[in-house]
């Protein structure tokens, strides 16, 4: 009852978060975003790469996962469940026919929320989202996710996988502090 009510609230908040883009924001959205690739970039190369780690490790303890996009001017929220790093990059994946994947083709920026099983602890994860057509990066991330090929062939033309750019991931919970990383 407890986890059913914080994904409630947490879906909640990331679409809150969305509609309240009035558009005497957008130059501040842009600014922060900016602000964001810039302080992402300062990172250094091994510091990116244990924060995608701990990213990709978090996503595949809390199985399932919520993405908000945006539709025009609505927010949608849907359930993914698969994530891989691969050659460096934080991948996650949908098809090409699905409003989702339309919705990231017209806008990457996305923010992902993601409650561990105690129901105690959370992320958000924020960025953009990078279509890759890489054959060989489809291949492999099929392999990781066997259930999916019933579903997706890499060269089918409907396979999307997508790539985390000027990522941030706050790390919440009832007890502690925020704690951010970036990658």
Known sequence: MIKNYLWAI??????VACT??????????EQESAVQAEAVDSIDPQTKQANMEEVQNYLKECGAFFIATVDGDQPRVRAFGVSEIIDGRLYIMTG????????????GKFEICALKPSGSEWMRLSGT??????????????NRNESLKSMYKADDDNMAVLYITNATARFCSFAEPERKVGF
């Open 10 to 15: 947490a879906v909640l908040f990331t679409m």
């Open 20 to 29: 309240q883009n009035k558009p005497s924001q957008a130059k501040e959205n």
């Open 96 to 107: 090409k026919v699905k409003d989702v994947y339309k919705q990231m083709a017209k806008n």
């Open 129 to 142: 989202l990078v279509n890759d057509e890489t054959l060989a990066v489809k291949e492999e991330f099929l």
